[in-house]
């Protein structure tokens, strides 16, 4: 497929292709019927030459800086749990009050950049993400980490869309596709380049300097978007923000999400629990009965209904929690008990980071002239093998014989699995609805990451122990959970997903769907 067809969604596909590759799809949020959109940038005038080169930089860094307060934090979990003193399923909340917030209030950015105004949003997501690093990295409590986290993630949810929506309004037709696609080498690139970065930073540092280095990068980025952002010209619209909708979601998913990660201290069957676990669930009722009575809801929710968009959608959440699953876990492994330290451990992801590469790049062939369902469910076979294999760590294993393989296979096994779900949810949009889907599809990818820390972490901590030789034995039961989860979701796609035959021809109908090789 020729380059110049591919637009917003086949480089949208492209963020996909690695871990934290799909956070700012919802800049583009879909027009609501019956409402004018507006087309043209927000800004008096486009920039042109080396001013447009300009902007592109300083919005790549900025979007670079979200994704690695992601992975960094991975190896630096471990130094900063014995700070901290965080014990358990506890630790977990370091990354998933990032990802929570993050992921459930992405659909909200994008329709923020809209009607508030792109670069309003952009600096204030970056303030706000700026303001929340330098809380974590002065926080001297747990709780005051999560919250200072939370309030990255609420930065990142209003910065990452707004980002990707002056992109779209500041190029045009062949420049447009080049800087989608330097976008989405930063998504790919993310995790390799945070795994080494923490590792550095930690290393060499300690687990606050992951946080402290964001400040400096970020005030030269409030300097330099004053400068080459164009400025919105539009006075702020606060109708059709839908706030209602997007706190019941991101409440009503911290519910769930608590309770699996209180679960076994409090007990599965306690009141805490069971409060708090249907508490959430009937807030993602009620979530869907507010949005089918909003004018402009977020999410259309009837469009779950799609075979490709709902059943894509549960599988964007079983992939996404087993790549953030195995990053944790892996991490936790390789430094809690085989005493590897954060820069080691930083190199040692960096095979992974290729195996999902490589694994990302085979899918879109491989979808083109096989469609989605048998695709997905080989590699979640494929995902479920590696996770097997690593499910064999043990109290004095190494990280060639016990690590590596697992991480290779599970890896490339993954790789083609978000790349095939990314490409089933957009093949099922509508052309009136692209923006709204690609932001469901990215906002499936951090939930489910945050509801598989949730219960991997969970698991992991189930023998009380998180560092020392004895916690190999729930990391492995972790990994075996990660098995059955990878297993579980090669059936749903065989029964839920259209056929090859269906698939591929409407695929040829939304070319949009599929990535630039």
């Given amino acids: 497929m020729n380059a110049p067809s591919h637009t917003l969604l086949s480089v949208l596909k492209r963020t996909t292709s690695m871990h934290h590759g799909t956070k700012a799809a919802t800049a583009t949020s879909a027009p609501t019927p019956g409402r004018r959109r507006e087309h043209r940038p927000n800004g008096s005038q486009s920039p042109t030459g080396k001013g447009r080169g300009a902007l592109l930089f300083v919005l790549l860094i900025a979007q670079l800086m979200v994704i690695l307060d992601i992975t960094a934090v991975n190896i630096a979990l471990p130094s900063l749990a014995k700070d901290l003193q965080l014990t358990g399923s506890n630790i ?32 204030t997501g970056l303030g706000v993400f700026t303001a929340s690093s330098f809380a974590s990295a002065m926080a ?10 939370a309030g990255q993630g609420l930065g990142a949810a209003l910065l990452s869309p707004a980002a990707l929506a002056i992109i779209m309004t500041a190029f045009q037709g062949s420049q447009r596709a080049k800087a989608l696609a330097a976008w989405g080498a930063v998504g790919g690139a993310g995790a390799a380049i945070g795994v080494l970065v923490g590792g550095l930073l930690t290393e060499f540092g300690d687990w606050r300097m992951i946080f402290y280095v964001n400040l400096p990068v970020a005030a030269a980025l409030v300097i330099a978007a004053l400068k080459v952002v164009p400025a919105d010209t ?14 019941l979601a991101t409440t009503s998913l911290g519910a769930i999400v608590f309770a699996i990660t209180q679960g076994e201290t409090a007990g599965w069957t306690s009141l805490q629990t069971l409060l708090f676990g249907l508490g959430g669930l009937a807030g993602l009722s009620a979530f869907a009965a507010l949005e089918r009575r909003t004018d402009a809801p977020l999410l259309r929710i009837e469009r779950l209904v799609d075979r490709a968009v709902g059943g894509g959608l549960f599988l964007m959440l079983a992939a996404a929690g087993s790549i953030f699953g195995l990053f944790l876990l892996s991490s936790l492994y390789l430094q809690n008990v085989l005493g590897m330290g954060p820069l080691a451990t930083g ?37 479920a093998g590696g996770m097997t294999l690593l499910a064999h760590v ?8 016990d690590v590596l393989p697992g991480m290779l296979v599970a890896g490339f096994g993954l790789g ?60 492995s039961h972790a990994f075996i959970a990660a098995a059955v989860l990878a297993s579980v979701a090669s059936l749903v796609a065989l029964v839920v997903l259209p056929g090859a035959r269906h698939f591929v021809a409407k695929l040829r109908l939304n070319p949009l769907a599929m990535p630039a090789h």
Avoid: C
Wanted: glycine share 16%; proline share 2%; no cysteine.
């Fill in 140 to 149: 001297g409590s747990a709780t005051a980490l999560f919250a200072a986290r």
């Fill in 416 to 475: 083609v699995a978000v790349v095939s779900v990314s490409i089933a949810i957009l093949t099922g949009a509508r052309e009136d609805e692209t923006g709204m889907i690609s932001g469901l599809n990215s906002t499936g990818h951090e939930i489910g990451g945050t509801i598989g820390i949730a219960i991997f972490s969970t698991i992991a901590a189930g023998t009380g122990m998180l560092a020392g030789p004895q916690a190999a034995s729930g990391i």
């Fill in 92 to 123: 977990s909340w370091t990354i998933t009050s990032y990802s929570l917030i993050f992921g459930s209030l992405l659909l909200f950015g994008g329709r923020a950049a809209d009607l508030l105004g792109r670069r309003r949003m952009f600096l």
């Fill in 394 to 401: 043990g109290e004095t294993g190494s990280y060639a014989r």
């Fill in 347 to 383: 190199l040692a992801f960096i095979p992974l980071a290729v195996a999902a590469g490589i694994g990302a790049h085979a899918a879109g062939h491989i979808v083109s002239r096989h469609g989605v369902r048998g695709p997905l469910a080989g590699a979640f076979v494929v995902t």
């Fill in 234 to 247: 539009q006075k702020p619209r606060w109708r059709g923000l839908d706030l209602r909708g997007a706190l």
